[in-house]
Structures are given as C-alpha cells and as structure tokens.
C-alpha cells in the first residue's frame, strides 16, 4: 500500500451530525491507546458507542499461556470500555497476531455494522507503517482495511447473503469511516474534556502494561497520552486532541 504525504495542514473538527458509532479493532487495549478520549467526549453528548474486536488479545502476554490471557484482556477491555461510557463490547473471535484479511473478516465486521447500525464506523491505522519507519502489526492492517471495506459490504445484499438470511438486513447508513493512528490525520476532537477518563480507561489494562514496561503503569500512561493528545493539538489550536484520518461516504 502506498503511503500518504503527511502533510501539517490544521484539523478540522470531526462532524457531530451523528448518534451511533462503532468502534472496531484488533486488540483489547487498541482503543484506549488510540482514542478513549474521544469516546468519552461523545458518550457525554449523549451518543451510543459499541466496541468490536476482532480477537481477544490472547497473544499479547508473553508470559501467559492464550487460554488463560484471553480471558483475562477480555475483563480488562470490558472494564476500560465502561470507563468511557461504553457498555456493549462484542469479540469476533479471530487468532490474534494472525487475523486474516479476506471475506471471513469483513462478512463478521459487516454483520455487526448491520446489528448496531452506526453512522460512523472508527477503526485503527490500516497502512504498513505509523506514519514514518515503525512498522504497524499484521493485524491492525488486516483489521483497518477489512473495516474500511465492510462499511461498504454491510449496505450491499447481493454480498453475503447469508446475512439476510439471519435477519440481518444490509445498512447503507455508515456516513463516515475514523481511522485512529493515521500518519495523515484529517480532523480531530477536543481531548481535554476525556482526557482524565481515558487515562483511568488504558489503566485498566494493568496486566498488559506491567507485562510491556517496567515503568510505573500511572506514568507510562499519563505520558503516553499526554504525548499523544498534544502531538495532535499542535494542528488543532493547541488544544490536547484525538486525531482522525476521516473517509466519507
């Protein structure tokens, strides 16, 4: 895939004309590094946000076996999930670390664009790498592009058939498609409001950060965050932000 040109243009806000959001990612954790806060700031407004995660975070501990690690991400993702006002999180149940782009993938994302029938649809970075030379993960891409398709997928019948046949009739009401971690942002939302609430939502991931860094898990977070909101704020009027890659549709 060919990179964008990063550009340094400012961001515009991300539209508001909206009342349901889905979110879909790889991994537990993706969403509360990518942008929680942003969650947080349109579940006080008032919008429904649903989680999809294609896998359950299984491979992500080194020094925990998969049966017991799945269960475990999936507590942690639950809770952080709740920390910013989201309470429905469903798992799609592919193998982390070698989920597979291909109709598998987008039959399952679009299905669940049909169930919860957002109109936008968030996922995190599909490019090879995050906006430079660090290489991003097989899955993200595989996850990123699949959900990019699948917005397309789910308001088509005659793709996956057997969807309707389930009772799940195609959704043509995806308006826009927010990719997180983008090297060439577009838009952007105020994170100030959610920061707080997204730093104690990444927490929740204790034993997937203790297992990552030796560094305090409070610090590691607050800077983490603190580094990434205000990279984006400098294009955003100085304002700590959640940085948007925004495809229309």
């Known amino acids: 895939m060919t990179e ?13 004309d909206w009342q349901r959001a889905l979110a879909v990612v790889a991994h537990p954790d993706d969403l509360e590094y990518g942008c929680s806060a942003a969650v947080a700031a349109w579940t006080d407004a008032g919008r429904d946000v649903t ?11 080194d020094t925990l076996e998969p049966a017991a690690c799945g269960p475990l991400r999936e507590r942690e993702q639950r809770a952080g999930a709740a920390v910013v006002g989201v309470g429905t999180v469903e798992f799609l149940g592919h193998r982390d670390g070698v989920i597979e782009y291909g109709p598998a993938l987008r039959r399952d994302i679009a ?31 595989a ?8 917005a397309a997928d789910a308001g088509n019948r005659w793709i996956f058939p057997d969807l309707v046949e389930q009772g799940l009739e195609p959704w043509n009401g995806v308006r826009w498609v927010a ?15 959610g920061l707080e609430r997204a730093a104690r939502s990444l927490l929740e991931h204790r034993t997937y950060i ?11 977070v607050r800077d983490f965050l603190a580094a990434h909101t205000g990279a984006a704020g400098e294009r955003f009027g100085g304002r700590p932000a959640v940085a948007f890659e925004l495809f229309g549709r």
């Not at 203790?210 to 590691?220: F, I, N, V």
Request: glycine share 8%.
């Open 51 to 61: 989680y999809v995660l294609a896998s359950r975070g299984e491979a992500g501990i």
């Open 210 to 220: 203790e297992a990552l860094t030796d560094q305090d898990p409070e610090s590691y």
């Open 179 to 193: 990719v997180a971690g983008s090297g060439n942002p577009t838009h952007a939302v105020d994170a100030t409001p």
């Open 4 to 16: 964008p040109q990063i550009t340094s243009a400012p961001l515009a806000p991300m539209p508001e």
């Open 111 to 141: 299905a669940a664009i049909r169930r919860h029938r957002p109109e936008l649809v968030v996922t995190l970075n599909h490019r090879d790498t995050w906006g430079g030379t660090v290489w991003n993960t097989p899955d993200h891409v």
């Open 143 to 150: 996850v990123g592009r699949a959900t990019l398709d699948a």
